[in-house]
């Protein structure tokens, strides 16, 4: 088995780099998966995978999502689509999807069920983050139906801990962890 970890240094992909220490993959500071030719011959020149774990994206908190809206859609959508026409391509069986639990709906019960994702529409400031990852979901179940893939979706919830965003465009668990250390560092 060779693994690949796309967004390989972020909050999530660095654990995977750590479970697979001789997995190979690229971060979007690295690897340009924007464009189509750029993943698929870092993905091909690196290593033939035979698992794909798909992190890779821009991300960042509400505030990012609502001033850079169409920019992240645009990037988030083709970073995906690339990842998985590249692991098309290349035949890969298994490829498992960073979800987001953006993607529920605004309203409805708690805790969140699987069987919510399309029952009703997702918080509108997270719609650059929500409709990549519900794409991407039906994107897998349409590669197993029709190819026999094993490509899967994973949505982890309330993840934040070391190499989580801070600053202005950071979600909220990283922001006030941040604040919380430099108020106790002036203090």
């Known amino acids: 088995m ?3 970890i796309a967004g390989n240094r972020g909050l999530v992909g660095k654990h995977y780099m750590e479970l697979y220490p001789n997995a190979r993959g690229g971060n979007t500071s690295t ?14 020149a ?5 698992h794909v774990v798909i992190n890779a994206a821009t991300v960042g908190g509400l505030q990012e999502d609502l001033d850079r809206s169409f920019e992240l859609l645009m990037r988030n959508l083709d970073i995906q689509n690339n990842l998985f026409k590249a ?10 999807l960073q979800g987001s639990t953006c993607s529920y709906p605004e309203h409805g019960p708690q805790p969140f069920m699987e069987q919510q994702l399309m029952d009703g529409k997702p918080y509108d400031g997270y719609m650059t983050t929500a409709l990549p990852k519900l794409v991407g979901m039906y994107q897998c179940r349409a590669s ?3 190819r026999g893939t094993r490509w899967r979706t994973a949505i982890c919830t309330n993840m934040f801990g070391p190499g989580d965003r801070t600053g202005e465009h950071a979600h909220v668990i990283g922001a006030l962890s941040k604040r919380l250390v430099e108020l106790f560092r002036n203090d």
């Not at 690897?31 to 091909?44: K, P």
């Not at 692991?87 to 498992?96: D, N, P, T």
């Open 2 to 4: 060779t693994y690949y």
């Open 31 to 44: 690897t340009d998966y924007s464009h189509y030719l750029s993943t698929w011959t870092h993905m091909v």
């Open 87 to 96: 692991c098309a391509e290349m035949g890969v069986q298994r490829v498992l």
């Open 144 to 146: 197993n139906e029709k």
């Open 46 to 50: 690196d290593i033939k995978p035979t």
